[in-house]
């Protein structure tokens, strides 16, 4: 069975920096890209980042873009999110997603994790 | 950004009845539209991708169609677990982005 579990999330302050996790077991991800996508309470999906099977090429959304980093270790099967200058608007649930090919570009998103919370508060 | 709008954001049908539901883009996005549904305490999943292709192990009353714009996900004869909120998402151009959602109850 394939699983994407998640860690990372919290409580934090506004301005500070959190990084998530994602752990990948029952196959291996070098062969898909790879996403972050998110959902704050009440709201809808919003998609965050993507990244390509092999890291080259990442792509993020415009609320996040210059504050967020993707990144990806194939040999340890694994997908980050760094998080910097957080803010209130950034509290959501954050979903790992596996794509279904290896560019995350006209991708699908066919496997998705349970979430980790983030919480930015003072 | 690419603007998907979802139609209807809720609608109440009775089992067995057809649910339609249209995904419209502020530009075109070729074939390149999903669909997902989400339930409460549930991670989404992957319904139909690239507008029409059939996902395994999903049934087969659900079906979609439509290319460039306008999109349509249909279930042909709603079962009680469908119940749920239902996501066209486009992957065509930077950012990646969603409809607002469909939420389908049961009257």
């Known amino acids: 069975e394939v699983q994407l579990v998640e860690s990372g999330g919290g409580l934090v302050q506004p301005g500070r920096s959190l990084r998530l996790s994602c752990a990948v077991s029952?196959?291996?991800?070098?062969?898909?890209?790879m996403h972050w996508v998110r959902q704050a309470p009440g709201k809808g999906l919003e998609w965050v980042s993507g990244?390509?099977?092999?890291?080259?090429?990442?792509g993020y959304g415009d609320s996040v873009k210059g504050r967020f980093t993707i990144s990806r270790d194939n040999a340890k099967n694994s997908l980050s999110l760094e998080m910097n200058s957080l803010r209130a608007d950034d509290t959501a649930l954050y979903y790992c997603?596996?794509?279904?090919?290896?560019?995350?570009?006209?991708?699908?998103?066919?496997?998705w994790g349970q979430g980790t919370m983030v919480t930015v508060s003072s | 950004e690419i603007v998907l709008t979802q139609s209807p954001d809720f609608q109440s049908v009775a089992p067995k009845e057809r649910v339609t539901i249209t995904c419209r883009a502020s530009?075109?996005?070729?074939?390149?539209l999903h669909w997902y549904q989400h339930k409460p305490h549930q991670s989404p999943k992957l319904l139909i991708k690239?507008?029409?292709q059939s996902v395994s192990g999903v049934p087969s009353r659900f079906s979609g169609s439509g290319s460039g714009t306008d999109f349509t996900l249909t279930i042909s004869s709603l079962e009680a677990e469908d119940a749920a909120t239902y996501y066209c998402?486009?992957?065509?151009?930077?950012?990646?982005?969603f409809g607002q959602g469909t939420k389908v109850e049961f009257k």
């Open positions: 998402h486009q992957s065509s151009d930077l950012p990646f982005t």
């Open positions: 690239f507008a029409s």
């Open positions: 990244i390509s099977r092999n890291g080259v090429s990442t």
């Open positions: 029952g196959l291996t991800i070098d062969d898909y890209a």
């Open positions: 997603v596996k794509g279904l090919t290896g560019s995350y570009y006209f991708d699908a998103f066919d496997i």
């Open positions: 530009q075109s996005v070729h074939s390149s």
